[in-house]
């Protein structure tokens, strides 16, 4: 073979082993878990529950899932919640784990997988009685809150990352519970 020849076989080789390794480095750096923080509200016999949904976020990068890259599940996450008053930043509930409500007959848990996708995990951060409109903290139900606006702060840890959220929560004197909208 000549030296040219070679020159070309080299570097067929060294594009042919790029080509092979983008996906694997592509997974390496993209496709670890990102947890996503959103809030919500259901009803459930009448009480209304603000919640906090955690999930594990989609690719969204068109070229990242033509190169395979999926994203992981996070495999043990958990989190911890902290009430505070609006106004006055006065602590009401200082950090306390949280548990993650069960899926598919499961029991609750402090520590869950969270798979890729929008379905992730929720877990209640307070709840209105609607027979004596009193409004508890999930899971602590020896605490009661009063009127007025309160911040919710959010910590959830999945793979060495922390999601930090805060979000505002009213009660109001009418007996209505929501997530500020602003």
């Not at 784990?97 to 379905?119: C, D, K, L, Q």
């Not at 709840?127 to 702060?153: C, F, H, Q």
Request: hydrophobic fraction near 45%.
């Amino acid at each position: 073979m000549e030296f040219h020849q070679l020159e070309l076989v080299a570097l067929i080789a060294g594009v042919v082993a790029i080509g092979m390794s983008a996906p694997t480095f592509a997974q390496m750096f993209w496709g670890r878990p990102r947890i996503e923080i959103d809030f919500d509200d259901t009803m459930v016999s009448g009480a209304i529950f603000l919640q906090c949904h955690a999930y594990n976020d989609f690719i969204n990068s068109r070229l990242l899932r033509l190169l395979g890259v999926r994203r992981e599940t996070a495999v043990d996450t958990w989190a911890v919640l902290r009430i505070r008053e609006s106004g006055s930043g006065r602590i009401v509930l200082p950090y306390e784990a949280v548990e993650f409500t069960g899926r598919n007959g499961e029991p609750n848990s402090t520590h869950v997988p969270i798979t890729s996708g929008t379905i992730g995990r929720k877990f209640g951060v307070v709840w209105l009685n609607p027979n004596s409109k009193i409004v508890k903290v999930v899971g602590r139900e020896d605490m009661t809150l009063g009127v007025g606006e309160y911040l919710a702060d959010i910590n959830v840890f999945a793979a060495e990352r922390k999601k930090a959220a805060t979000h505002k929560f009213v009660i109001h004197a009418d007996g209505s519970l929501y997530w500020d909208p602003n």
